[in-house]
C-alpha cells in the first residue's frame, strides 16, 4: 500500500491542510460525495494529492520570491550602511581639522586682542590731556611747553 492510500485510512479521509511537512498530509473526502471511484495522477497517487502537493510548492514559490526580495532589500541596507559608516568616518576627521583650525584661530584672535591692547595703552601714555587750560587768543603761536610748565 502506498504512503497517500496508509494516510487516507489512518486518519479515516480527514485534510490536515495546516501541515508544513508534505508527508503528513491528510485529506477528508477528496472524491465528491456522489462519486465512489477514486480517479489517479500518473504517478500511481490519488489527484487530490498532486492538488494539495501543487498548492503547497505555490506556497513555497512565493515565500522563496519574498525571501529573495527581502536578502535584495537587506544587501541594498548593508551598502547604504557601509556607506554611512566610510562618510561618518571622512565627516569625524574633518570636524576634529577644523576643531583644530578654531583652536589656532581663537589663539591668534587673542594675541591680536592683547596687542591692540598693548598698542593703545602705549599711545594713550604718550598722549597727555589737560582740561581747565584757558585757551590761547594770541597772534603768535602758543607755548604749549611753557603754558603746562605754568599750569603744573
Keep these: 500500500m502506498n504512503d497517500a492510500a496508509l494516510l487516507l485510512e489512518t486518519n479515516n479521509g480527514e485534510c490536515d491542510d495546516?501541515?508544513?511537512?508534505?508527508?503528513?498530509i491528510t485529506c477528508t473526502n477528496p472524491q465528491p460525495a456522489h462519486s465512489n471511484t477514486?480517479?489517479?495522477?500518473?504517478?500511481?497517487?490519488?489527484?487530490?494529492?498532486?492538488?494539495?502537493?501543487?498548492?503547497?510548492?505555490?506556497?513555497?514559490?512565493e515565500i522563496d520570491a519574498k525571501l529573495s526580495t527581502?536578502?535584495?532589500?537587506v544587501h541594498i541596507m548593508e551598502t547604504d550602511i557601509t556607506n554611512l559608516k566610510k562618510t561618518?568616518?571622512?565627516l569625524r576627521k574633518t570636524s576634529e581639522e577644523i576643531k583644530g583650525q578654531i583652536c589656532?584661530?581663537?589663539k591668534a584672535q587673542q594675541a591680536m586682542e592683547d596687542s591692540i591692547t598693548d598698542l593703545q595703552?602705549?599711545?594713550m601714555r604718550e598722549n597727555l590731556l589737560f582740561f581747565g587750560l584757558a585757551e590761547y587768543k594770541g597772534?603768535?603761536?602758543e607755548n604749549c611747553v611753557s603754558l603746562i610748565g605754568n599750569f603744573c
Design 88 to 90: 561618518t568616518g571622512i
Design 38 to 61: 477514486h480517479s489517479y495522477d500518473i504517478t500511481g497517487r490519488p489527484s487530490w494529492v498532486g492538488a494539495i502537493i501543487y498548492k503547497k510548492l505555490s506556497k513555497i514559490n
Design 70 to 73: 527581502v536578502i535584495q532589500k
Design 121 to 123: 595703552s602705549r599711545s
Design 18 to 24: 495546516a501541515s508544513s511537512d508534505l508527508s503528513t
Design 104 to 106: 589656532e584661530l581663537e
Design 139 to 141: 597772534e603768535r603761536k
